[in-house]
C-alpha cells in the first residue's frame, strides 16, 4: 500500500518546520473527539505500559528487524496430494499458474483433450445463458475450455446484471472502460488455442487498488476523482493471467473509516439490506455473494477480507505477509496491510493465489521464495487440527459455536485430528495490533487537517486514536510484534498442523445501530467482530474465512483457518475439505 498513491494532501507546515502529527491534527479534530481517543487509547496503552520491555539487545529478539527475520526462515515443502486440476489444461495448477512479474509474458496454458472437457461439463453441470453470474472461477474455465460460452458472453452478463441489481446493495461503484475490450480478446485466446491460466475471467477490485486508467478513490472525498496512472501489482498480475478487470467496488474509507461512508453511502448486505457487510472489504464481500462478480482482491489490515467473507457467506483468503506486493494499494498501516484474493470456495482461491504470490521489486515487505509446494488435497489423513481455548470463543453466540463444532466434526470426518491448543491470553496481541494500526494511520494523514471537513466521521475516530498514541507507546508495541508472534506460532503450531476457529462471534450487524447480538447481549461492534481476525494480522500468519452455515436469522456464519507462515495452502487445503463435504459456500442470499 504505496505511500502516495492515493494523492493525498501535502503535510501541514509552519514556517520551514512540518508540525507533528498530533500538534496539526488536535484542533481539526476538536476537545470532544480528543477526549473520547483519549478514552479508548486509557485502556489499551494502560495495560501495555504496564508491561514494559527492558532495553533491547540483538540477541532478545525484541527488535521490529526480528519479525523479519521470522517470515525469511525457510518452510520445508508441503507434501502433495491428489492434483486439483486446472479446468482447461493438462497440468495441475502448481504447474502452469506460476506467479509473474507484471509486465511478463505468461506461458499459455495447454488446452485439455477433448474427453476430459466433455466429462468437466458434465461434472460442473455449468449454467446455460442467463444464469452465468453463478459460476466460479473453477466453473467459468471450464465451460471456456468447453466451449459452452465465451468471456464475452460472462463480461455481458455481469454488466446488465450490474445494471440491473448494483444498486441494491452499493457494492459496486462503476464498471470498468475496456471490460468488454479485454472480453472479447479472452474470447478470440480460447478459440485459437492460446489461453492463459486465467483467460476472461472477470474480478472486481476493491477501490484502494490502482487500475490503470480509472478513478480510484480510498472511498473518499479527499481524493475527488483521482485517475490511477498504473495498474497495482496484484491487479497487474491478474490481468497478464488474462482476467478482466471488471468493476471498482467499494470500501470505507481509507480501508478504516466507518459503515456510513460519506462519498458513497454505506454498501447493504445481500442477506438483509439492513445490516452490514462488514469491512473494510465491503464492496468485495457484497458483489460476490449478489453474484456480481466471481472473483475479487480485497486488502486485510485488521480482518478486512475475512469480515466481509464471513458476513457475506463468502471465501476470503488474508495471505501470510508479505506474500501479494502491496504496491499500486493506498495504504492504511504498512506494518499490518495484507493483500489477498477474495471468492466463493477455497477452490478457486487455490487457482487466483499463485498468480499472486512473490516480490515485484518495489514493495520491500514482499517475499521471495514462494514456489508452489504441490496440489493440493481434500484429504486430510493425519493432518493436525488445533482446537482454541478461550481467545477465540469467547464473546461468540452460542450459534456461531454450534457451526464452529460441526466443522471440527467435518474434519474429523475428512481424516483429520483434533488437537487441544492452549493460545493463551491474546488480550497484548490485540492491544498492540491497534496501537501500530491507529499509529500508522494517522501518520499517513498528517496533512489531513487542511480539509478535515472532507473526512467522514468515523475516520476521523480513527485518527484521534492515532493521535493520542505517543512515540513509545508504538515502538513499544512494533518491538512485541515479534516476541508475541514467535510465542504464539509455538503455542498454536507446537502440536498442531493448523488452528480452527469461529469467525466472527455474531452475525452482521444491522446498519442503524452497528450492536452485535452474543446471545441476546447487545454488544459494540468494535468490541467483538475483530477479537479472532486482529491476531493474525499482527502477526502476519495465513488465515482463510469460509462459510460455516446460517444462524435462525438466515444470516451467515463463519469459520476462519490459520496456518503457519508461508502455509496458505495449508489453509486452502483444510478449505477444500470443508467446502468438498458441505454446501454452505453454495447458499445464494435471497431475491
Not at 126 to 152: D, E, K, N, R, S
Not at 440 to 461: I, K, N, V
Request: glycine share 12%; charged share 20%; with cysteine.
Amino acid at each position: 500500500m504505496t505511500t502516495g498513491a492515493v494523492g493525498e494532501p501535502a503535510a501541514v507546515t509552519t514556517g520551514a518546520v512540518e508540525e507533528p502529527a498530533g500538534v496539526a491534527w488536535g484542533p481539526a479534530l476538536g476537545g470532544e473527539r480528543m477526549a473520547a481517543a483519549r478514552g479508548w487509547a486509557g485502556e489499551g496503552l494502560r495495560r501495555s505500559r504496564e508491561r514494559p520491555l527492558p532495553l533491547p539487545t540483538p540477541a532478545d529478539g525484541s527488535e521490529p528487524a526480528h519479525f523479519a527475520a521470522l517470515l525469511a526462515r525457510p518452510v520445508a515443502p508441503e507434501p502433495a496430494g491428489p492434483a486439483v486440476r486446472h479446468p482447461a489444461a493438462s497440468r495441475s495448477v502448481a504447474e502452469s499458474s506460476r506467479a509473474e512479474l507484471p509486465g511478463t509474458q505468461l506461458a499459455a496454458a495447454p488446452l485439455a483433450a477433448a474427453q476430459l472437457a466433455a466429462a468437466q461439463l458434465a461434472a460442473a453441470q455449468l449454467p446455460v445463458a442467463g444464469q452465468l453470474h453463478l459460476a466460479g472461477v473453477t466453473g467459468l474455465l471450464a465451460g471456456f475450455a468447453a466451449g459452452a460460452f465465451t468471456p464475452t458472453d460472462v463480461v455481458d452478463e455481469l454488466t446488465a446484471r450490474i445494471a440491473e441489481r448494483g444498486a441494491r446493495t452499493g457494492a459496486v461503484l462503476r464498471v470498468l472502460a475496456g471490460a468488454a475490450d479485454a472480453a472479447a480478446e479472452s474470447s478470440a485466446r480460447w478459440r485459437a488455442g492460446n489461453a492463459r491460466p486465467l483467460e476472461g475471467v472477470p474480478f472486481g477490485v476493491k477501490d484502494v487498488l490502482d487500475v490503470a486508467g480509472a478513478v480510484v478513490t480510498s472511498g473518499s472525498r479527499v481524493t475527488g476523482d483521482r485517475i490511477a496512472a498504473t495498474d497495482a501489482t496484484a491487479v497487474a498480475r491478474w490481468r497478464a493471467a488474462g482476467a478482466v478487470p471488471l468493476a471498482m467496488l467499494a470500501t470505507s474509507e481509507f480501508a478504516c473509516g466507518a459503515p456510513q461512508n460519506g462519498r458513497y453511502g454505506a454498501v447493504r448486505n445481500p442477506w438483509d439490506q439492513r445490516r452490514w457487510t462488514g469491512g473494510s472489504s465491503t464492496g468485495s464481500g457484497a458483489a460476490l455473494a449478489d453474484r456480481l462478480v466471481p472473483l475479487a482482491l480485497g486488502t486485510d489490515t485488521a480482518g478486512s477480507i475475512r469480515l466481509p467473507s464471513a458476513w457475506c457467506g463468502t471465501t476470503g483468503l488474508k495471505p501470510t505477509y508479505g506474500r501479494v506486493p502491496r504496491t499500486g494499494v493506498a495504504t492504511l498501516s504498512w506494518t499490518l496491510d495484507h493483500v489477498g484474493p477474495m471468492a466463493r470456495t477455497a477452490e478457486d482461491l487455490a487457482l487466483v493465489l499463485p498468480l499472486l504470490s512473490g516480490p515485484d521489486g518495489v514493495d520491500p515487505s514482499a517475499l521471495t521464495g514462494y514456489d508452489q509446494p504441490g496440489p493440493l488435497s481434500p484429504d486430510l489423513t493425519g493432518l493436525r487440527v488445533g482446537v482454541p481455548g478461550s481467545w477465540f470463543t469467547d464473546c461468540v453466540d452460542s450459534q456461531v459455536l454450534l457451526a464452529f463444532e460441526a466443522a471440527l466434526t467435518v474434519l474429523v470426518d475428512a481424516g483429520a485430528q483434533l488437537v487441544p491448543v492452549a493460545e493463551g491470553d491474546l488480550q497484548p496481541v490485540f492491544d498492540e495490533a491497534w496501537t501500530i494500526l491507529y499509529a500508522e494511520l494517522a501518520s499517513g494523514h498528517e496533512g489531513g487537517p487542511q480539509r478535515a471537513g472532507l473526512y467522514d466521521d468515523g475516520l476521523l475516530d480513527r485518527l484521534s486514536r492515532g493521535v493520542v498514541i505517543g512515540a513509545t507507546d508504538y515502538l513499544r508495541a512494533l518491538r512485541r510484534r515479534a516476541s508475541v508472534t514467535a510465542e504464539l506460532a509455538a503455542r498454536l503450531f507446537g502440536g498442531a498442523d493448523v488452528l480452527l476457529t469461529p469467525g466472527p462471534g455474531a452475525r452482521a450487524p444491522l446498519l442503524a445501530d452497528l450492536l452485535l447480538d452474543v446471545d441476546g447481549e447487545q454488544l459494540p461492534m468494535l468490541s467483538v467482530h475483530s477479537r479472532n481476525t486482529v491476531p493474525f494480522d499482527l502477526t502476519g500468519m495465513p488465515a482463510l474465512m469460509l462459510p460455516a452455515g446460517t444462524d435462525d436469522h438466515g444470516m451467515p456464519m463463519a469459520v476462519q483457518v490459520v496456518a503457519p507462515h508461508h502455509r496458505d495452502e495449508l489453509c486452502l487445503r483444510v478449505g477444500l475439505a470443508l467446502q468438498a463435504r458441505t454446501a454452505h459456500h453454495r447458499a445464494v442470499p435471497p431475491g
